[in-house]
């Protein structure tokens, strides 16, 4: 047999065929699975469903913690986990949230301690009555302000340790040590599976470039946008826009941005949007203005386009080589100059005008988020932290 035939398979046993093609469908399912629930954008479209299931185990490890090793007062760590992360989904708001919860809870817990401690030594009720409703209107005070959490879980924890005055100096130590449980069950489930606002950030914020891109597209091009589907778009766009003012404070602790960038951001976003709508409500509303415009402004519009949808998969595809965030389009856009439109009648000056303040907005948020690729790109920063070290 010549060296360059190819070999002969070996005899194949039926029995061991047959359970092979059996597995290979369940060993693909179970890659699947395992791909969808490693993959941040499934798990930020199933934000609901991974959060209950990570507040569900993180409930039956504090339970098993609690009740496991007979610590009196187990309930106290259950009613801290729910506290901290029942209504927080986000990694970088557990986080927060946790330290606050800490801070409130160690200044509660000393100040409950203190009140059992007096109320022993001086065995006076109203003495004890009139120092809780002190302290209470004290936190009552810092609770409306930036360290309101914090005042407000130093009252509730001050009520769970000392309860009236007739706790007893055990019963006061035992219940801080399970809220400390708790918090410390809370912050190690917000690492499993984590929920980081930086992603719903970056979604969120491609979804809107996207649609941004496929509205002016429409515009440019001639092809009429009906007044429904006009106002459900830039109702969705909106939402989104609301959803990412909520995120910031929360991607900002993510990933070490000053809050500021982010709001710059932002603010620039709702202008994109604002132009838009001026744009798709106003003159071009016309069908032969309309038709003008989009043969006058249509080639140049290419760019704009090209630079949406560029930036639309550098935020969705974080992490991959192939997708990054796109380059300026001219050299007229490097220089923050628009590229012209063609001459021009009087009645599109102001549409063609807008277009041009909308092609600048672009290639500023482009500018933007460019420049901080580095912290966004949580998955690609991972991998060059580690080639680096």
């Not at 006058?296 to 630079?307: F, H, I, P, S, Y």
């Not at 439109?341 to 909308?358: A, I």
Request: net charge positive; with cysteine.
């Amino acid at each position: 047999m010549a060296l360059d035939d190819p070999q002969p398979n070996p005899p194949s046993n039926g029995t061991n065929d047959a359970v092979a093609a059996r597995l290979a469908p369940r060993r693909t399912r179970i890659g699947r699975l395992v791909r969808a629930v490693t993959s941040p954008y499934y798990r930020y479209r199933h934000a609901k469903f991974f959060h209950s299931l990570r507040v569900g185990l993180a409930m039956l490890v504090s339970i098993l913690a609690t009740t496991g090793i007979d610590i009196p007062h187990g309930i106290w760590a259950s009613v801290t986990l729910v506290v901290v992360i029942g209504g927080l989904q986000h990694h970088g708001n557990i986080r927060k949230k946790a330290a606050e919860r800490a801070a409130g809870t160690l200044l509660g817990a000393a100040l409950g301690l203190a009140l059992i401690l007096q109320q022993n030594l001086f065995d006076s009720l109203a003495l004890t009555y009139v120092l809780m409703s002190v302290i209470a209107a004290i936190c009552a005070w810092f609770a409306i302000g930036a360290a309101g959490y914090v005042a407000l879980l130093t009252a509730i924890t001050m009520c769970i340790v000392a309860g009236h005055g007739d706790n007893m100096i055990d019963t006061g130590l035992w219940r801080t040590l399970n809220v400390l449980i708790g918090i410390v069950i809370a912050l190690a489930f917000s690492f499993a599976l984590p929920l980081h606002a930086t992603y719903s950030w970056r979604y969120l914020l491609a979804d809107n470039l996207r649609e941004c891109a496929r509205v002016y597209t429409r515009m440019t091009s001639g092809v009429p946008i009906g007044s429904d589907e006009q106002v459900a778009t830039f109702i969705r766009m909106g939402k989104r826009l609301v959803q990412l003012r909520s995120l910031m404070p929360s991607v900002a602790k993510e990933i070490d941005v000053p809050i500021a960038k982010l709001d710059e951001i932002q603010r620039l976003h709702r202008s994109m949007l604002s132009a838009l709508e001026m744009l798709s409500t106003g003159t071009l509303a016309h069908p032969e203005l309309r038709d003008d415009f989009a043969q006058q402004c249509g080639e140049d519009a290419n760019a704009v386009r090209m630079t949406l949808l560029g930036a639309a998969r550098a935020l969705r595809f974080a992490g991959t080589t192939q997708f990054r965030m796109p380059d300026a389009a001219t050299q007229q856009a490097e220089q923050g100059a628009p590229t012209p439109c063609k001459e021009m009648t009087p009645d599109l000056q102001g549409p063609v005008w807008l277009s041009q303040r909308f092609a600048e907005q672009v290639e500023r948020m482009r500018v933007l988020l460019a420049a901080s690729e580095r912290n966004w790109n949580i998955e690609g920063g991972a991998r060059e932290l580690a080639k680096s070290g």
